[in-house]
């Protein structure tokens, strides 16, 4: 290892330590060289909740009470920490979050979180990591009225900013 | 609010505090007067990934290097922090946390965590925390190669312990 | 030091490694040999507004929107953590934490929390820390809009549980 | 929602996902458009003790010991989580984070501290969270001789850098 | 994975989720049958320093001031969050964490830290982490004066209570 | 206090608050008037294991299964969290985080961290404390085998970037 920054590919010859095993080992990509842009990520979760439920949870019926701000502040607060959870992850200082809800028909909720900031890694990981936490957040609060809820699709829709440019998912 | 243990759906008639708002309020539920009893959950995770993926990151070929066990790791330390992310959940002394991982066909890895703890309330939250993270820690290192990633079926799988005894997803 | 359990004030006695100050040190109290009793505490604090601010803020004008959610998840979820925040508070499984709102007047809003567990200290601190919490939480969403805002009486109004039994602040 | 950096006012218009609730909702301000600068806040906590309590525990008769250091480094740390305590606080890389005290007569210390950093957003929240943090060490510190310990005057002082400038309360 | 209790090296066989790997997988122990009990451990670590340099430390002459109640809070906060940084360690809920110090000669410093809790699983880790941040604190406190320190003999000196009982270190 | 940037040692000259104690105080660095520099540092830690240990760890024969994965996640999080763990230390946006082992003969295994940013201070701590959880990591899956373990030689080897240059350690 040596204080030259360094292409990750690169890591293992310039390092004073050899590798220990023959496999490949886990990293954090080194961005020291890469440009500060403007990053933008928006992912969704879907919630599906058994048929009735979610009428019954809007209507602040569930053991621990109306949902949405309780899960928004939630994700809001998780998708700021990304970078203890995800362990390959850079801490961002991020520069926005915002978690969205809506309905998907009358047994379905789906969230929406989008990321920003200005650096040199993308925001992808904690728009990923906004809607889990909300949905999970939701989740926690409906358990108690039925067990059979099931968080799907939970992907990137769209980013924006650094080399590889702006990204649309195909079914976003 | 006074000092004695309250069933939480009494909790505003007790209260010294009226409510300040005419509609229902998000709560942690108070357990004080819960049995402790052995708490155990399963829940699990399905990641997707686009055809081809799987097999290129089982060798090693993404950016950040071999997934499984440093998802394990997130996941696991990400289930220990439960209490920290979901907001009405109870902070819990776990026993015991695993994860594991097996093939769904060529292109879909499912994540299994089990939670277990001797405490007044159960432990689905730290189950599904920790396939979440551990799904999400997968995705973060194959995005490099194809964001065309999704996660799903985030859902208990089966629970025991508590007043509620033992529950089992049709699904499972 | 020993592995023997020490009461707090032979702990220099007992240790191999002798204070290197003159002066009397910070220290976590040992409570290895205390009962485990049901604790309870409750605390407020005061946050005063300029007048007309709070009713343009219940009116969800301010920048950052409506205040009580968002302000009761925060203040739970710091309760929760308040061993990692105040350095000597041992770490507890806390059983319950409630926060409530109440207008006192037309330019001031009071926040309670109280906060449960079965253990061997009391919880007066998780109370304390879950109203500063909460209170700060509704002073950074309402600053945008005028910053002479005030945080006062952040006080415990009562405790029960443990040697020292029942107490309640002459004030609350 | 978009990758398009957006002003906050217009975040609901953009977003793909609609507001599912008739009221407002909680959100962190979008800051991607605004200028970074030096940016600097002095807030302060009063700590109220009974009389002669100060006296006793500045001799380090507390059960858990002298308290300046202990406090100093407890509201240290704290400034530098306001992000994951405060919801809708962006995460900042604080420059500098300074804690003091003065006594205030003979029964009340006054806790100040002054946070600072170059960034798109104010640091007003690090330097209330670090004087109130302070100040609930001080008081956990103490709160074994006597519980009728008060906080008071949790509030900013002086603020400076950003689009509005220099500003400082009128109390200071 | 079941919800029954399982012995650690059974997991594999009652997992639902086979290896997915041929060679063997980190896991966290399962204590849910072993024994609650009174665990006591005390570990500790020497800081060597340049000659001359613990002197000007002790005088509070270092750029960050003086060491030893800022280590003290750091190493006790530390120990209370091991399960958050040692992957595989249980989270505890510990009844007591002493950290001490002494001088060993002229240039070196002993850092101690005791650690106790009532439960499943030992305490040992918590007091390896409590000496290493103290120590970590001190390095950082004095390095500005000179690089050359370097923490030593981070070991275990003793441990009690659980099924192995009594242990001591040879070197202790 | 004032918001005007300070240097260091003027802060006591320029506060409005007056020290309490005769004695110097802990106090994080003021940074604002630094230079943004490319920061970079290598730190090591040996861990010690008894003989013919080391063989049976490789082998997977732990308790707790292989280390190096889950200690090399453990030390890229804890470098994350520097500033949460070392009080006077700056929070800091790290572009690189890499830890890498290897053999030093048959009983010493030792571990290097290396860390990058752009910003106002050193990267030395993040790359002290990478190292000090990954071997702590190391001890803990060991510790089930032989609890004579030692980690020895906790040190920086080399940093560059900032006024004072490049450092390397004269023993690396």
Redesign the interface.
């Known amino acids: 290892?040596?204080?030259?920054?360094?292409e990750?590919e690169k890591?293992?010859e310039l390092?004073?330590?050899?590798?220990?095993?023959d496999?490949?080992?886990?990293?954090?990509?080194?961005?020291?060289r890469k440009e500060s842009t403007?990053r933008?990520?928006?992912a969704r979760a879907v919630v599906e909740f058994p048929a009735g439920l979610l009428g019954r949870l809007r209507a602040?019926?569930g053991?621990?009470?109306?949902?949405?701000?309780?899960a928004?502040?939630?994700g809001?607060?998780?998708a700021?920490?990304t970078?203890?959870?995800?362990?390959?992850?850079?801490?961002?200082?991020?520069?926005?979050?915002?978690i969205?809800?809506?309905?998907r028909g009358e047994n379905a909720l789906?969230v929406?979180c989008?990321s920003?900031c200005?650096?040199?890694t993308g925001v992808?990981?904690e728009a990923?990591?906004g809607v889990?936490?909300a949905?999970?957040?939701i989740?926690?609060?409906a358990?108690?009225l039925d067990?059979?809820?099931?968080?799907?699709?939970?992907?990137?829709l769209?980013?924006?900013?650094g080399k590889s440019g702006?990204?649309r998912?195909?079914s976003s």
């Open positions: 290892m040596t204080t030259r920054p360094t990750p890591l293992s390092g004073h330590v050899k590798m220990t095993q496999g490949p080992e886990s990293q954090m990509v080194d961005v020291s403007d933008v990520a928006v602040g019926q053991p621990k009470g109306p949902m949405e701000e309780t928004r502040t939630a809001i607060l998780a700021k920490r970078g203890e959870l995800i362990p390959m992850c850079h801490p961002l200082g991020l520069d926005h979050v915002a969205e809800f809506q309905d789906e929406r989008r920003a200005h650096g040199r992808e990981m990923m990591v889990s936490v949905a999970l957040t989740y926690d609060m358990k108690g067990k059979g809820i099931r968080i799907q699709r939970v992907e990137l769209e980013k924006s900013g702006h990204w998912a195909s």
